[in-house]
């Protein structure tokens, strides 16, 4: 335990006095052991400038940040689960107002200065000054109810295996203002040993640690390679892992090549494996944490041959003579130790990269992908959720569906590639169950999704026990599908909104495309019989799932509508944005118009019934095939044949 004494201190205490004994002396005696409440625990950030001790009380959080006398403010962030960057964070910053150090609650939704809370739940319990430093003693409660502006701190023992995102930093300003270099961002178990390895060796059941890992792999100059390391020995994996459980994993990025590793996916090689075949049942991305199974669950290695690492290696610039030796750290049961339930992975979005080509909207964008249905012979447990993006990325969430009833939510709202971690959720999913996979980005033109760590995936790793012979998919193109994408005008974030809410984005549908356009809804479409577009009009309901087929595939037209009214699906077929007022919708170009027949004369779309079409007027051609379907055709600046008034159903 590190402290920073403080000869010659002085206490000073807040505008309330507060009877505060001992400060600059420890909370308590040292934790021993994992869950233990109102003892103390540590970290050392950096044994000069910040270093922080707390104690957990039932309903409660008592923390002591110990830094350098030359401070003048100083922060203590909970950053967002899964994310734990500074957007996002619930933070509390302590600083001297009018010459009386203060405690401010405040939140932050970028990398800017914090926003104060309308709620103040800090307390400041004292400060102790001293020529070697400064001691702050704060106190809050673990959830203060105010969900959108604060974090809920995890609780009591049940969430022992779940860690938290913690930021830190301090200022030599006299206001909180930009902290430079010192910043630190720390995942630490509140309620026990923050070091993986002792967290392992103290388990009951826990006998060996594995290092499977790269040695000296020279990484490629290309910018994305995609390396699959197979470690089949057969003498090896008999000795160190056949019959032994798996009961957790962390993975590791060495030095000197960890900015070049992306990600690693491990799989089990089975004794009728290719090997580029096998079991994932490991991820790895920048940040994410060690996974510590609980006590009940494992994976067992017994029947298995071999362990697949596929390394994702990113060299933008080319740099050569890089070398590798990241790898996985596998920790084990003695040999034929097996535990209670199977642990398993399912991937839901887009696992396979289905929608790789496709170039994104420019701006603000989301993605959707769908599992209509969980086909599990037993229920499960899901213990996480890891939502895999990449730079582009900006929010993703998954929300599962038990009839029309909303069972659970994983989200992160502010996503940061750089600090990805896992959601713990331990919620309960039946067959049947729905879920709906949401991925918003921010870019550019030219962004297109793809494999390279310049582009853009939809992924969400979802842990779960016990394992389900072939539920490893349920996304795009495996067992699911993809809704489609579209420009949004904002993000459905909730933190920051002092009563928590978000605003309302349907997670059924995709409101408008890249140009504004609406595109997938359930519409009432209202269309014209007669050729002076006077007759009686007749109402169809039109459900519009996927336009122009399964993919938004490009703005390539295939006909030819006026500017940005038109895209095509890559076979041939054309969509027409017709529009009528602020309502506009995309028509697939057959089955929508069952009830016509022949051609049909009107105005042009967006003019009054009976006025001559204007040049740039979208026009459309009906006509109908042998079946009694319409076909729908573009043609510009030609009268125009239907006329279509769309109205939201």
């Not at 539920?471 to 928590?500: S, T």
Request: hydrophobic share 35%; aromatic share 12%; glycine share 10%.
């Amino acid at each position: 335990m590190t402290y920073i004494y403080l000869s010659g201190w002085k206490l000073i205490f807040p505008q309330v006095l507060v009877l505060v004994a001992c400060i600059g002396m420890s909370l308590g005696a040292s934790c021993t052991t994992q869950g233990e409440l109102d003892c103390e625990r540590s970290v050392v950030l950096d044994a000069q400038y910040y270093n922080m001790t707390w104690s957990m009380a039932v309903d409660k959080i008592t923390i002591k940040i110990q830094v350098s006398s030359t401070t003048k403010w100083a922060g203590f962030g909970i950053g967002e689960p899964g994310a734990g960057s500074m957007p996002g964070a619930d933070v509390v910053l302590v600083y001297k107002s009018e010459g009386i150090w203060i405690a401010e609650d405040a939140y932050t939704y970028g990398f800017t200065t914090p926003v104060k809370d309308l709620e103040q739940d800090w307390t400041l319990l004292g400060v102790a000054e001293g020529v070697n430093g400064i001691e702050f003693e704060l106190q809050r409660a673990l959830n203060t109810t105010h969900n959108g502006q604060d974090r809920v701190i995890p609780v009591a023992q049940q969430d022992l295996l779940v860690p938290s995102d913690f930021i830190f930093a301090r200022g030599e300003t006299d206001t909180p203002t930009y902290h430079g270099v010192f910043r630190w961002r720390k995942r630490m178990h509140l309620y026990k040993n923050t070091d993986d390895t002792i967290e392992f060796q103290s388990l009951p059941d826990y006998d060996s640690t594995v290092v499977v890992a790269n040695k000296n792999v020279l990484i490629p100059t290309y910018e994305t390679t995609y390396y699959e390391a197979i470690f089949d020995d057969a003498t090896w994996f008999n000795e160190n892992l056949n019959g032994r459980t798996l009961i957790g994993i962390s993975g590791f990025a060495s030095e000197g090549s960890a900015l070049y590793v992306h990600h690693m996916v491990v799989y089990a090689l089975g004794v009728n494996d290719f090997d580029e075949g096998g079991e994932q049942f490991y991820t790895w991305t920048p940040g994410v944490a060690a996974l510590v199974l609980p006590s009940n669950v494992g994976f067992n290695l017994n029947g298995y041959r071999g362990i697949r690492i596929q390394f994702h290696f990113d060299n933008k610039a080319g740099v050569k003579g890089v070398q590798d030796n990241s790898g996985i750290k596998l920790y084990l049961t003695a040999k034929n130790s097996p535990r209670e339930h199977a642990f398993g992975l399912l991937q839901l979005g887009d696992p396979g990269v289905g929608l790789e080509g496709i170039e994104i909207y420019p701006g603000l964008s989301m993605y959707q992908f769908s599992c209509p249905s969980l086909e599990a012979n037993q229920d499960i447990t899901i213990l996480g959720h890891l939502l895999h993006m990449h730079s582009a990325g900006v929010m993703m969430q998954t929300f599962q569906y038990r009839g029309e009833e909303l069972i659970d939510t994983a989200q992160i709202e502010y996503y940061d590639y750089a600090t990805q971690g896992t959601l713990f959720t331990n919620t309960t999913a039946k067959k049947g169950d729905r879920f709906v996979t949401q991925c918003f980005y921010q870019t550019g033109s030219g962004t297109k999704m793809g494999l390279a760590s310049s582009e853009e995936m939809c992924m969400d790793f979802v842990g779960y026990y016990p394992k389900q012979d072939k539920l490893a998919y349920c996304g795009f193109e495996r067992n699911g599908e993809y809704n489609g994408g579209a420009n949004v005008e904002e993000l459905p974030r909730a933190f920051g909104e002092n009563d928590g809410k978000a605003p309302t984005v349907d997670p059924e549908l995709i409101k408008e495309d890249g140009d504004g356009k609406s595109l997938f809804s359930i519409i009432k479409a209202k269309f014209y019989n007669e050729k002076d577009c006077q007759g009686d009009m007749e109402e169809y309901e039109v459900e519009i799932s996927t336009p122009c087929d399964k993919y938004l595939a490009s703005n390539d037209a295939k006909g030819s509508c006026i500017s940005g009214t038109s895209f095509g699906d890559g076979t041939g077929n054309t969509c027409c944005l017709l529009s009528e007022g602020a309502a506009t919708f995309a028509f697939r170009n057959t089955g929508l118009l069952n009830a016509q027949s022949g051609i049909l004369t009107c105005t042009g779309v967006g003019s009054p019934a009976n006025e001559d079409p204007k040049d740039g007027d979208a026009t459309t051609t009906t006509t109908t095939d042998s079946s009694g379907q319409s076909n729908l055709q573009a043609s510009a600046f030609v009268s125009c044949f239907i006329c279509l008034l769309a109205t939201l159903f």
